[in-house]
């Protein structure tokens, strides 16, 4: 992502996230909880973090948090959960295409959660992503589908923006791929993220 770019997104997610309302709520993404709950805590990093909602639930549950997110406001009301909460995360603002958060082996799982890309910069994050997984690592994703479009739950109004199972295996086909399927559920994920919604799962652990 060029620097204007970087620029105006950041913006954008900033204006976002400067109320006092929590965008998408305080409670974690269903799917992330679920898969979380299912392993031994380690080091989790999550990507495009937001406003630490997953961040927040993780460390709860006992996991060693990195997150990483190119918003100050998003930092800042993360930072606000988790003293509300008793927990410490590592939140750091950066531009996840910049890849100065990789740690090659460094993490027992990454959660990508609405992290929405254009495809240059979301095969490079995927492929790094999956490099910074150690063995036995887990990566999560939840992102919307193309079957997205012109619905008013939430996510890009861009094509190239959404992602589909096919696409999540080609970028992640280093991995073992445990779940990769489309579906439609009803989210309640604060204000933004409400209504009934088209998403792709992905479940995939490094060898």
Request: no cysteine.
């Amino acid at each position: 992502m060029n620097t204007a770019s970087q620029s105006a997104a950041a913006e954008f997610w900033d204006a976002r996230y400067e109320s006092e309302a929590y965008a998408y709520g305080t409670e974690p993404n269903t799917y992330l909880r679920q898969q979380l709950d299912k392993l031994p805590p380690g080091r989790l990093l999550l990507l495009a973090e937001g406003e630490g909602r997953n961040a927040v639930y993780a460390a709860r549950r006992g996991w060693q948090v990195t997150a990483v997110d190119f918003s100050d406001e998003a930092r800042a009301k993360a930072q606000r959960l988790a003293v509300a909460q008793g927990v410490h995360l590592d939140y750091q603002v950066d531009d996840v295409t910049s890849l100065r958060w990789q740690q090659p082996g460094g993490y027992d799982a990454i959660g990508l959660i609405y992290a929405h890309l254009p495809p240059v910069a979301r095969w490079a994050v995927h492929a790094a992503a999956a490099q910074s997984l150690a063995s036995g690592g887990h990566l999560i994703l939840e992102a919307f589908s193309p079957r997205q479009l012109g619905l008013p739950s939430g996510g890009p109004q861009s094509a190239e923006l959404l992602y589909d199972p096919d696409t999540l295996a080609a970028d992640f086909a280093g991995l073992t791929v445990r779940e990769n399927h489309e579906l439609g559920v009803v989210l309640h994920e604060g204000s933004f993220h409400s209504g009934p919604a088209n998403i792709v799962r992905l479940l995939a652990t490094r060898s």
